[in-house]
């Protein structure tokens, strides 16, 4: 089936990783989220794409080119993000005459339910949670409570547990309903089209096993975390006899590991990266390509974006390294608070729970530490931020 990928957001709340990258660009266990997106579309049966792109538009055309996986990718380009149905609008001139699916490029979708989505008929994928309140819930007919009558965007008293994952296999007559009116929140949202739908034909509500949202940065550990499992074990790069490499470990083409190096799998090192001698990295940690883990370095449960340095003597937990970040030597990160809380992050002004008990820091592309800084749990550094000497970072340093 045709499928309409969304990929033109601006990606607010994961700032300052998308301060110059399209959030499906980031990275995930190597490749960027979209390029999952697209995989396991190719997987459910999706027949072309057209992605609708506008933030940083180039970054997604020039990685994907025309086709991926044998399947055309035509590009429809949405000038400004003013909202989910705006974005289907523009894909709109780009779809046969035909039903349609849709699709978030930034979010995560388990393989066997997408397929089941894209098996059905008008259909929305749903997910149970435990805080419906903080997402749209679906709202089902009384009589048959697969059949979807409409979603009610983060209600107060939510009616069921059962949510809307932004995926949707549209009837073709749905590319006539595209023009909604602006909702409270400002705007043009695919929902509004959900709703006319189900009073015109029947949708049904798909129920996803497994889906994750990549909204906020911690969301890509968790991302990093679930795409970790399905890696295999593959050493292209140059392995020294020195290293320990255990476990389902990928190190791509042109990467060195040098001796001393413990690495415990799932991990991945891209290409060009060095790590060691005498580095540890455990837990799903992706070391982006060009990375440099360098003596007495230890990386825990993190995402170091490509050319991300941590030279001489760090320890880095439960964190975000954006693009060409350099760690001073002795820059350690702190993920768990005394109190054993969840660590909380700013988003957007707000202080909002990660949900974690370990999370460390998000720091922007070309962040430098001085030598011996302490990041405290949950701090963000900001695109192209400094540290000092010795300091002691409690609070965010955004500008
Ligand atoms: P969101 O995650 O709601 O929006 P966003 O990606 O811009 O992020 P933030 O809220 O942090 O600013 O968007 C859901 C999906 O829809 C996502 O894949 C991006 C896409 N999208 C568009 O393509 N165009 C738009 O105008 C909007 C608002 C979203």
Redesign the pocket.
Request: glycine share 24%; hydrophobic share 25%; charged share 25%.
């Given at each position: 089936m045709q499928t309409v990928v969304?990929?033109?957001?601006?990606?607010?709340?994961?700032r300052p990783l998308t301060d110059a990258t399209p959030?499906?660009m980031l990275r995930a266990a190597g490749r960027p989220l979209l390029e999952h997106t697209l995989d396991r579309a190719a997987d459910a049966g999706a027949s072309r794409f057209v992605v609708?792109v506008?933030?940083e538009a180039d970054q997604v055309r020039d990685h994907f080119g025309d086709s991926h996986r044998g399947l055309d990718i035509a590009y429809a380009e949405?000038t400004a993000?003013?909202?989910?149905a705006?974005?289907v609008r523009a894909a709109a001139p780009e779809l046969d005459d035909a039903p349609f699916v849709v699709l978030?490029?930034?979010?995560l979708y388990d393989p066997e339910s997408l397929a089941t989505l894209y098996d059905s008929g008008p259909a929305v994928g749903s997910y149970r949670v435990d805080n419906p309140s903080n997402y749209g819930v679906l709202q089902l007919d009384s009589d048959d409570n697969t059949r979807v009558t409409g979603v009610v965007e983060k209600p107060a008293n939510p009616e069921s547990n059962l949510i809307n994952t932004?995926s949707y296999v549209f009837p073709a007559t749905a590319k006539d309903r595209l023009d909604v009116s602006t909702s409270e929140r400002g705007?043009l949202e695919l929902t509004d089209v959900l709703e006319t739908v189900c009073g015109e034909t029947t949708v049904t509500a798909v129920p996803f096993d497994r889906w994750l949202?990549v909204?906020r940065p911690w969301e890509l550990l968790a991302a990093t975390e679930w795409l970790s499992e399905s890696l295999s074990r593959r050493l292209d790069g140059t392995v020294s006899d020195g290293a320990t490499i255990e476990g389902d470990v990928v190190v791509e083409a042109g990467a060195t590991i040098k001796a001393g190096v413990t690495i415990e799998g799932p991990a991945y090192i891209g290409e060009d990266a060095t790590i060691g001698p005498n580095a540890y990295i455990r837990g799903a940690t992706a070391i982006g390509a060009g990375a440099n883990v360098g003596h007495a370095v230890e990386i825990k449960n993190s995402v170091l974006l490509s050319g991300a340095t941590v030279g001489h003597l760090s320890y880095v937990g439960d964190s975000i390294l954006g693009r060409g970040v350099n760690f001073g030597a002795g820059t350690t990160v702190a993920n768990l608070r005394h109190d054993d809380k969840p660590v909380e992050v700013t988003v957007k002004g707000e202080r909002v729970s990660t949900g974690r008990r370990k999370f460390g820091v998000v720091v922007g592309d070309k962040a430098k530490t001085g030598i011996n800084t302490s990041l405290n749990a949950g701090v963000v550094v900001g695109t192209e931020m400094t540290t000092t000497p010795g300091e002691v970072l409690t609070r965010d340093r955004r500008e």
């Open positions: 969304l990929a033109a957001g601006q990606g607010t709340r994961m959030k499906p609708v506008g933030y949405q993000q003013r909202g989910t705006d974005a978030n490029g930034d979010a932004g705007e949202d909204g």
